[in-house]
């Protein structure tokens, strides 16, 4: 695979310009507001200090999560002092030697984790609004060759012919502008590996590919107050393990008898397995660059277990020689997902082998 400088080993960052609200809990009517309080979050959540620690943890760029909300005040009107908060945060990445990456989150129309709010790829407005805000922010960071730009993260209620539509007219876009920007692109079902072979590959070498990993889910969602299926099961879930009925048992729930059937323990082995379709796409383009932006494990899930995953994907991603962003840096008490892998209060790392496995220092 070809490869970029400062793209190594990454930290996510939600909680501050997304996901900063539950938006499920919120009736539609208000879901799409920005209120005082809002804004002075935006103001506050992170700061050149944050920057500073994720960069002495050893990593070398930081993929930051926005909302199309936060920044679009009115359609094709932007917020000035949402995108002045952006300068600045992609001055203290250049201070500090991190390659900033702008990740539209959620787009209006595509909320990966609000069922009813969608529509995007069926709506020739709101697509036009979708590039629209791409080309505001390249006329932005015109001058700044460092930023990469994320089209859209999890890309759901979409078939791949849509979003293979949208992503290409956009990149044309934004190429008018800037035939070298680094950009960014995912699959649909919420950037599945599984996907990756209906994504359209352009020839454009300033093109990156992406996918997210969070398998087994009931591990890494466990007790997920956001997904029916986790929250109903309600099961504290380890890893690894010797005992697959735990993992059996969430799926025979479902009324699945056969899931697992293959697999006498849940280890590094059910990982790699996962990961077929990732392997299947690097020996399909091996000249595409494929950087795995987002995989970890929620918050209360006890840190041993959080610790013993992210060793082994990171392991994974090692042997593949693929990139990787692990998530996330800090959430907010709102997010109904918390994977934040700081303390709330001094916001350290909640474990030196936590911090080592993410250097990739893994075992």
Aim: hydrophobic share 35%; glycine share 4%.
């Amino acid at each position: 695979m070809e490869y970029i400088k400062n793209f190594s080993k990454g930290m996510g960052m939600g909680g501050w310009l997304t996901n900063y609200k539950r938006f499920n809990v919120l009736p539609p009517d208000k879901r799409m507001d920005i209120t005082i309080g809002d804004m002075e979050h935006f103001d506050s959540f992170i700061t050149e200090r944050d920057i500073e620690y994720i960069a002495s943890l050893g990593m070398d760029h930081i993929r930051l999560g926005f909302d199309q909300i936060v920044i679009e005040e009115s359609p094709y009107k932007y917020r000035e002092n949402i995108l002045n908060i952006l300068r600045l945060f992609v001055s203290w990445c250049k201070k500090y030697n991190i390659r900033p990456i702008l990740n539209l989150h959620k787009a209006i129309g595509n909320y990966c984790d609000i069922s009813d709010e969608n529509g995007l790829m069926q709506s020739d407005e709101l697509k036009k609004r979708f590039i629209a805000l791409w080309m505001k922010l390249e006329e932005t960071f015109h001058n700044e060759e460092d930023v990469c730009f994320e089209l859209l993260n999890e890309v759901v209620n979409s078939t791949a012919e849509e979003w293979n539509m949208l992503y290409h007219n956009t990149v044309s876009s934004i190429r008018t502008l800037n035939p070298s920007r680094i950009i960014i692109i995912g699959s649909i079902e919420w950037n599945s590996p599984n996907h990756l072979k209906d994504l359209e590959i352009l020839d454009d070498k300033n093109i990156i590919y992406t996918f997210h990993f969070y398998a087994p889910y009931e591990f890494t969602h466990q007790q997920g107050v956001l997904q029916e299926r986790t929250l109903y099961y309600n099961r504290k879930m380890p890893y690894p393990t010797n005992d697959i009925q735990l993992y059996k048992d969430y799926y025979r729930l479902m009324g699945n008898t056969t899931a697992y059937n293959d697999f006498e323990r849940m280890d590094i082995e059910f990982l790699r397995k996962c990961l077929t379709p990732v392997g299947e796409f690097i020996k399909a383009h091996p000249d595409k660059m494929l950087w795995c932006s987002e995989f970890g494990t929620i918050r209360h899930c006890k840190i041993t277990y959080r610790e013993n995953w992210m060793n082994d994907m990171i392991t994974l991603m090692k042997e593949m020689n693929i990139p990787y962003c692990v998530w996330n840096y800090l959430s907010t008490p709102n997010d109904g997902n918390r994977f934040s892998l700081v303390d709330d209060d001094n916001r350290l790392i909640l474990s030196d082998r936590m911090a080592k496995i993410i250097r990739g220092e893994t075992e």
